[in-house]
């Protein structure tokens, strides 16, 4: 059985790898690897590895990046281009931007594999199934996609998510749309600084609504792959979706889901009037013309839109939190973000269980750093006491948070936050945490969502106006 060593490889001998399964269909830039370490950072969340090398000082020596040695003695990285990109970045943080200090890294932990379909398969069985969580929608999509078509099972898929047939339709469709939209298109479906991208979801909200658009999908003997009903159509949805999301960069999943069908009307000043077909789901679907199966290499045949004035951008609808509190644990933003951005109806559940571990994880770092006198945090008061020691005077293994809630509770001013607070049932989602008898819907988990943000909001306000929100008297 073979063994293989971790060894030291110069910094310079590392290249990035422009065709990794992770970003390779997003990104439309040169292999010039400056070009490639500025997309890593605005679009692939690398910037969060540069804080974490920041703030260790350090490169952990059991994070190898995973390479394959190439003919000129370089090294082609496969897994870990993130970690590298931050490094890099590192060594001229001006250049990309970053306003944290020059530091240099003249040698990281490397594994060498002897060829790419080696490297491929270890990365698929042992470290996908944990990192794939972190990739974004699309990026999901258009893996599972390729590791079908290379004939994995849908169960082995399941693995990786629980509804690979959902991500094979959003890559099928990717790769038709991307025919038409080309960059403009990858653009706005990757993420990015600011609220420019990240429109995948956008996209899949209105697959409702696709027999009006030009196209359909197939059923499970298909393989689940777009079905172009209407090329023109299709071409002019595509292109009008361009423009208008271009146009106007508050658009979000919830403009959709509230609009519904009537989302569509905000194309027609771009060119594209909805066809008079019904929606999918609805009685009385019908089918029209010759039907063509979109792939990856789908001629583009991209029309332009009517030019017209576009219509004055409609107020957006938040998705997540405010807060103006400075210095939050990034364990802390992170729980926030992760669990305001988990789509609620492909991780309903999830999202449902999140909203409990919000709640408790901000409130418990509100009372235990939050000073209201000198040197006296809220947690050192005897206020707080029930909730962290028993009725014996021993401390409690874990933190009683139905207490910790009701005692703060009792501290805020406002009746109407005071309400909202004591409104905000914790039981509901325990229940999904440790019941598996107990599910939710996706209403479930938007309204309980909607219902914690002013709350988190509150919390996370400025320290001093959060203690002049709360009565200090009975401290």
């Known amino acids: 059985m073979k063994v293989r060593d971790t060894i030291k490889v110069d910094i310079i001998k590392l290249k990035l790898d422009v065709d990794n399964p992770r970003f390779a269909e997003l990104y439309n830039g040169s292999d010039n690897q400056d070009d490639l370490i500025e997309y890593l950072l605005n679009s692939e969340s690398a910037t969060a590895i540069v804080k974490e090398l920041h703030d260790s000082q350090e490169y952990y020596a059991d994070r190898p990046l995973w390479v394959i040695k190439q003919k000129d003695g370089n090294y082609l990285v496969k897994d870990g281009n993130r970690r590298l990109s931050a490094v890099l970045a590192l060594r001229s943080p001006t250049k990309f931007g970053l306003t944290v200090p020059r530091q240099t890294v003249d040698e990281v932990p490397v594994i060498v594999y002897d060829t790419e379909d080696e490297v491929n398969k270890r990365v698929r069985l042992e470290h996908i199934q944990s990192s794939f969580r972190g990739w974004d929608r699309i990026a999901k999509a258009l893996e599972v996609y390729k590791m079908r078509s ?131 789901g609805t009685k009385g679907k019908t089918t029209g013309g ?48 992760e669990g305001f951005n988990l789509d609620a109806v492909f991780f309903t559940n999830s999202k449902v269980a999140m909203s409990r571990v919000i709640f408790e994880a901000v409130l418990k770092y509100v009372v235990e750093n939050t000073e209201f006198s000198l040197g006296k945090k809220l947690s050192d008061s005897n206020y707080f006491r029930n909730a962290y020691y028993n009725g014996h005077g021993n ?81």
């Open 150 to 280: 290379s004939g994995a099972s849908v169960d082995s898929l399941r693995e990786l998510d629980s509804e690979p047939n959902q991500l094979t339709k959003l890559a099928s469709f990717y790769y038709a749309a991307v025919a038409v939209g080309k960059d403009d298109l990858k653009v706005l479906l990757r993420k990015g600084r600011g609220n420019t991208g990240g429109k995948t979801i956008v996209f899949e909200r209105l697959f409702t609504y696709r027999t009006k658009c030009g196209y359909d999908f197939s059923g499970k003997a298909g393989g689940y792959e777009i079905i172009i009903t209407d090329q023109a159509q299709f071409d002019s949805y595509i292109n009008a979706m361009v423009e208008l999301l271009k146009a106007d960069t508050d658009i979000t999943h919830k403009t959709a889901d509230t609009e519904k069908e009537t989302f569509l009307d905000r194309l027609k000043p771009y060119g594209f009037t909805p066809s008079s077909k019904p929606s999918s």
């Open 290 to 337: 010759a039907t063509t199966t979109a792939t990856a290499t789908a001629p583009g045949g991209a029309t332009q839109p009517t030019t017209t004035t576009p219509p004055s951008p409609r107020k957006s609808i938040k998705t997540t939190p405010k807060y103006a509190r400075k210095a939050i644990p990034r364990a802390v933003d992170d729980l926030v973000k």
């Open 395 to 475: 401390k409690r293994p874990v933190t009683n948070f139905d207490k910790l809630k009701d005692l703060f509770t009792e501290l805020v001013l406002d009746t109407g936050k005071k309400k909202a607070f004591v409104d905000f049932d914790l039981e509901r989602p325990h229940q999904i945490i440790h019941n598996y008898n107990v599910t939710a819907v996706p209403k479930d988990a938007t309204t309980i969502c909607d219902n914690l943000m002013p709350l988190v909001e509150f919390l996370l306000q400025e320290e001093q106006d959060l203690l002049n929100s709360l009565d200090k008297n009975k401290l």
